[in-house]
């Protein structure tokens, strides 16, 4: 990838003559059925352009789940920056919201002036906050079927569509055809270090691309990072069911761990994203994250070498840790000794 990006052929993407990133735009547009495409730098900016694009007057308001990333990790960016009121709906463990609530959160009766109007409805495939859930295609199509009733339009953030398509075994096509725009990220599980696609109708793209040079994600010569998303959506996909694989392996060892110290649901475990969460209320998820993190005194002697495992302290007193192409399946056992080691430990000094 590094030599693909060091040999690109580039043009001004701003005025349209990047040929790589053109070729990856029209490139992805097809993947993912839709009529256009446009690069941009990053997810966020993705997400943001397709609300602002959806939902065109100030004071226009979005539906989204209570626990997604634009909602929780976006910085109100809808609100701060395109002036547009969200509403939230209960996310539930599998990522989805309950249909009913969904209806009940629409207004009606535009334009009285009291209430904002309803324009967007916003899902995230696959759920990172519950843990890399993979939203059924059935849950999509009804979905649809009310922004449809109800003329609204439906945004998917899809910063791991692929890694959804890739359990589901469909196309990211088939996916996409209950939804109007998506926002795929290509550093997330594909290897890229840079980049998402925004991906619509053409008159979608047509007003996102003047978004994107207001929220300054014009770039010229593009076409440096964007031979990456082209190698990352035609040669990464297929081997993310390693990290998938890798994820669940690491799972039933948390479950196997004597003594017991971690709970999950094993069935949640659908992608690349594990949540835990520890059994003894005395150790924090932040110490316990540090620990996995330090190559601890006697440790080399026990697992012939130094491990740090780096997983992150998450929501609602979790544990997060994540898969990618560049921790194998030798480094997933690595990790499990490292685990087994760290909580035989603690064991001991509560024993103490």
Not at 59 to 65: H, Q
Not at 133 to 149: C, Q, T, Y
Request: proline share 4%; with cysteine.
């Amino acid at each position: 990838m590094r030599q693909a990006m060091a040999c690109a052929e580039v043009g001004d993407d701003v005025m349209g003559e990047d040929p790589t990133v053109n070729e990856l735009q029209e490139m992805a547009a097809e993947m993912f059925g839709m009529e256009a495409a446009l690069f941009v730098p990053s997810g966020t900016m993705g997400n943001l352009i397709a609300v602002m694009v959806h939902c065109r007057e100030r004071g226009d308001e979005v539906i989204m789940g209570d626990l997604s990333h634009l909602h929780v990790y976006e910085q109100g960016g809808s609100a701060q920056l395109a002036g547009v009121h969200s509403r939230t709906i209960t996310n539930l463990p599998d990522g989805t919201f309950d249909l009913d609530q969904l209806v009940s959160k629409i207004r009606h009766g535009y334009p009285d002036p009291h209430f904002p109007r309803t324009r967007l409805i916003c899902l995230e495939n696959t759920h990172n906050i519950q843990g890399g859930r993979v939203l059924p295609l059935a849950f999509l199509k009804e979905v649809r079927s009310i922004a449809d009733e109800h003329g609204l339009r439906v945004h998917m953030d899809g910063a791991r569509l692929m890694n959804a398509a890739v359990v589901l075994g469909v196309s990211p096509a088939t996916i996409l055809q209950h939804t109007h725009t998506v926002s795929v990220c290509m550093s997330k599980g594909l290897g890229a270090p840079i980049g998402s696609i925004l991906a619509g109708p053409q008159d979608f793209i047509s007003r996102a691309l003047r978004c994107r040079k207001a929220l300054g994600g014009g770039m010229r010569q593009a076409g440096i990072i964007a031979v990456a998303g082209k190698l990352a959506l035609t040669e990464m996909v297929d081997r993310m069911e390693e990290d998938h694989r890798n994820a669940k392996t690491f799972a039933q060892a948390l479950l196997d761990c004597e003594p017991s110290s971690f709970t999950l649901d094993l069935a949640s475990v659908e992608t690349n994203i594990l949540r835990f969460h520890l059994c003894d209320p005395s150790l924090s998820q932040s110490d316990f994250c540090e620990r996995m993190a330090q190559v601890g005194e006697g440790e080399e002697a026990s697992l012939g070498q130094g491990v740090q495992v780096l997983m992150y302290p998450h929501v609602g007193g979790s544990v997060r840790a994540v898969w990618h192409l560049d921790i194998s399946q030798e480094d997933t056992q690595m990790a499990i000794r490292k685990l087994q080691l760290v909580a035989k430990q603690l064991q001991q000094s509560r024993v103490k």
